[in-house]
């Protein structure tokens, strides 16, 4: 059933130069899951985020989102499909210039007609969501911490309620405790806002924590998708080194 | 394309009844957030939210509806006819209300902020100048405990400072100390030839550079080229804690980054006001050669026999105290950098206004120091 896909990738390739990231990739995200992404370092799982969401353009192949194509975009279509996302960068992303809550206020300010007080609510209501303190808005993001500053960004992510979100290590970085966190936060907020989330990430727990599905990466190629049990079972090295080294036995027993 | 949003309220008794339609998203509700915010909801006691006509919910139709029903007192929400998602999210608005009401913080423009802000600017210029002192004071110290011990100099990074700042600079000085020369020059021929007594434009050209312009000069363009360039490097070594991981391995900033370039300053600001010199005397001369008919023989002579050596001892006396003043005001701004981008921006302003500002007023000091001396 194709109303359920939420993101169609359909023979993805992607260059720099003359190194190969992705050949013919394909990979769907349904509506509705978390979907997280894995793959060893350097095998394209940022680069992938960047494709789908128009940072870097593909060579070949398409990218649908709710069954529109949103490939090669410019001007007013990007836009306008820009509000079907948002996006929680690695280190964040914030504005530096500019205060927690006006970083959250610009996606507002940008695509809506909102009065400036109304923001302003709405912004601190975000922010509250994410778990950050009233208190955090007027800071700039230098004065946060580490895990502030990653709910802050999230907040700015969430700041349209798009129906998908995409987020770039959201736990590289923090304490085992604040990542725990931020994991059930994810879940919470992806429930109560039915999102689509697209989660690539390095650490094991976050999967176990938060994810329906994982795509694995690896030799230019989604090598594996399915549910954590079912990647257990699959016999490519990597996977196995991956769920049943000791960090991935770690996270299973912490799971059971 | 989304529905428009529309509601309609009526009273139940004391209980309010809201029946909103259309779709309530942070696209659509611009308009309707004002008009809601204008009902007047005096004698409610609780709402309820119909909603069944009620197309798309997002957190920020949530968000004002609960807004909403906040104010009319009681505070809580009652759906009526939602779907579970529209339940969920006015639950989660409810749950995440804000503590108080933010009151504006409205600034004052009266006459007491006017006084208070100009209070504030001047014990901020006071400190910034004693705090400059203390960072000469302490400069000085690092840079003496150097001068024991040559062994501790990071030769490389003074070569290589004296290169950036120094060696490339050599152009753009020669070349607007010449202009200038040519500048002085012409203004003398023309004032001085109402009296007749163009001659007398060695003696300006020579007095004006060698005591003056040519250092001057010579620092503002250092202020300009190298202060804020030592501004931003450090700066920048600051917001990605290249300082703090330096501190850690035992490396004394001061040092590594600050005495290296104090010196090269040092060293490179006399040799830069001698080019100065050299080429803003050529520049006179070349103009009273061609204007003036004083030919360059001539101008050297007059120079020599009328125009006395102090002036040249007072110009160079003061290049070391500009170069010091630029690679001190320089380094301080840089290690002044805090985490984010606009603080490097404002701290390489800072620095080559202060640089600016202390240039010129050393300069005055300097020539009330030699009028006294007689020189």
Known sequence: ?256 | MPDRPEYELSTDASRGRLSVSGDWTVHTIGKISEQLAAEDTSGFEGLEVDCAQLGRLDTAGAFIIDRFACRSGGGTVKPVNASEQATALLKQAAELRPERDDEQNKKEFGVVDLLERTGRATMHFIDETVETLSFLGETIMAMAHIVTRPSKMRWTALVSVMEDSGLDAVPIVAFLSFFVGMVVAFIGATTLSEFGATIFTVELVGIAILREFGVILTAIILAGRTNSAFTAQIGAMRMRQEVDAMTTLGLNPMDVLVVPRAFAMLIMTPVLTLIAILFGVGGGAFVSWLALDINPTVFMNRLQSYVPIENFWVGMSKAPVFGLVVALIGCRQGLMVGGSVQSLGQSTTKSVVQALFSIIVIDALFAVFYLELGI
């Not at chain 1, 992938?48 to 398409?62: N, Q, Y």
């Not at chain 1, 929680?88 to 695509?111: I, K, Y």
């Not at chain 1, 800071?139 to 798009?162: E, I, Q, T, V, W």
Request: hydrophobic share 40%; aromatic share 4%; proline share 5%.
């Open chain 1, 1 to 256: 059933m194709s109303e359920d896909i939420a993101i169609k990738v359909r023979g993805l390739t992607t260059a720099y130069g003359t190194h190969v990231v992705h050949d013919k990739l394909d990979l769907d995200v349904k509506r509705g899951e978390i979907l997280g992404v894995i793959g060893p370092s350097g095998t394209g799982k940022s680069v992938l985020l960047r494709a789908i969401v128009g940072l870097k353009r593909p060579e070949t192949g398409t990218v649908e989102v709710f069954d529109r194509n949103v490939t090669d975009l410019e001007g007013d279509d990007l836009r306008e499909v820009q509000n079907l996302w948002g996006i929680m960068f690695q280190d964040g992303a914030l504005f530096s210039n500019l205060t927690v809550r006006e970083n959250v206020m610009v996606p507002m300010r940008e695509h809506t007609d909102l009065p400036e007080p109304l923001m302003k609510q709405l912004a601190d209501q975000k922010l509250r969501m994410s778990g950050l303190d009233d208190s955090a808005g007027p800071k700039f993001p230098s004065d946060l911490s580490g895990g502030m500053r990653k709910r802050a960004a999230l907040a700015r992510a969430l700041a349209l309620d798009p129906p998908i979100l995409f987020l770039d290590e959201p736990t590289a970085g923090l304490d085992p405790i604040t990542a725990a966190g931020f994991d059930t936060l994810v879940r919470e907020l992806q429930s109560a806002l039915s999102l689509t989330v697209f989660l690539v990430t390095h650490d094991v727990d976050t999967l176990v924590a938060t994810c329906d599905r994982i795509a694995v990466l690896g030799r230019k190629k989604v090598i594996a998708t399915g549910p954590i049990e079912e990647l257990r079972r699959n016999d490519d090295p990597w996977i196995q080194d991956y769920f049943c080294g000791p960090r991935g036995r770690a996270a299973q027993a912490g799971e059971s």
